[in-house]
């Protein structure tokens, strides 16, 4: 893995580069978003995978995985393999886990662990795979199984366990393992209904219970019955960190804006006739930077619909909470600069 002071620096640079408004970066991006798969078999009232657009979807090809791997060798430091689908759908996932970390590249993986199977769970312990996050939105099984519609609350529950219970069984320090719940209107998590879940995980290797606000993603969201996000208050400009930062390929290799253009409606190309390096520097995405550091979002359809843009960035303290188990370099770069590393 890239170490500590090689995270810090990346992101740094990607942070001042984007406070300066520069549209031409001198550096690369330091974190990919890749879709391993497009596939999903629920069908969740907050996900435009509920909404009337059907799109083209499938799995991310070993060879495609390797190609973007290789283009990215000497500048990525950490890719999300979790997009719009469920990641355990394709077969060659634990593959592609490995390959990234012999390139010394850490994985994060999303699952919503309907299909992890102790197996699975095994091999993805002993894969490689830096840190695991399973969302769990709606903490009983009345309100998770009406928010994740397709899934049960006990099965889910009970593979969440059993995969705790095999790291723990191999004493393995990664994957480190965040449970997620989004703070929804039918759904709020409050203390009382936090602690009722998380007894479920006692004397368990869970390195983090992390609550999360919703979002748009851009205008997709479908427009139906709650729980649907409601619309960030338009107080302040933050901006938009990603395309300073990151690159999001889709399962077919094409690469998308942001990880908010869902339809992919600003396409910067395909990893089969261009490079990483050639569309990070591209037409489209220098545009973009150019408009976004202007604060002109409105002559952009999806940043114009996206609420991330008025949502604040976490606070130095909240960093400093997050960072807490992320080691030392990570600590002092979150007191210092209110910066959180690989932790996304």
């Known amino acids: ?23 031409r970066c001198t550096h ?5 978003i890749v879709e391993t798969s497009s ?10 995978v509920s909404g009337p657009v059907k799109l083209p979807s499938g799995n991310m090809t070993l060879d ?4 973007i791997i290789d283009q990215s060798t000497s500048f990525v430091c950490e890719i999300n ?24 590249i850490a994985t994060h993986l999303s699952t919503n662990a309907t299909r992890l199977t102790e197996e699975l769970s095994l091999r993805l312990t002993q894969s490689g795979l830096r840190s695991i996050t399973f969302p769990v939105d709606g903490l009983d099984r009345e309100s998770y199984e009406r928010i994740r519609a397709g899934a049960r609350f006990d099965e889910v529950v009970e593979n969440i366990v059993a995969f705790l219970k095999i790291k ?41 219970f992390a609550v999360k606000k919703p979002h748009n993603w851009a205008g997709a969201v479908p427009v139906g019955e709650t729980p649907k996000p409601s619309p960030a208050p ?46 990070w520097n591209g037409w489209t995405l220098t545009f973009v930077r150019r408009l976004l550091a202007n604060r002109e979002y ?7 619909q996206c609420d991330l843009l008025w949502q604040p960035p976490a606070s130095p303290a909240q960093w400093r909470r997050v960072a807490g188990n992320c080691g030392w370099l990570k600590r002092i770069a979150a007191r210092v600069l209110g910066i959180g590393l690989a932790v996304l």
């Open 64 to 67: 495609i995985f390797k190609r």
């Open 234 to 279: 338009r107080n302040s400009y933050y901006g938009c960190p990603y395309i300073w930062n990151t690159m999001v390929i889709l399962w077919d290799g094409s690469v998308t804006l942001c990880p908010q253009g869902w339809y992919n409606d600003n396409p910067l190309g395909n990893v089969h006739d261009s490079t990483l390096e050639e569309m």
């Open 1 to 23: 893995m890239r170490s500590p002071l090689n995270i810090f620096l990346s992101e740094r640079k990607a942070r001042q580069a984007q406070r300066a408004g520069v549209a």
């Open 168 to 208: 723990r069984g191999l004493r393995a320090k990664y994957p480190t393992c965040t449970i997620e719940a989004l703070d929804l209107p039918d759904a709020p998590v409050d203390e009382g209904s936090a602690a009722r879940f998380l007894r479920n995980f006692r004397s368990l290797p869970l390195d983090r």
């Open 28 to 32: 690369l991006p330091h974190r990919l």
């Open 298 to 304: 409105n002559q952009i359809e999806v940043c114009s």
């Open 81 to 104: 393999l979790s997009h719009r689908g469920e990641p355990l759908s394709n077969s060659n996932l634990v593959s592609m886990i490995a390959y990234a970390g012999e390139k010394r």
């Open 39 to 48: 596939l999903c078999d629920l069908r969740c009232p907050m996900c435009p």
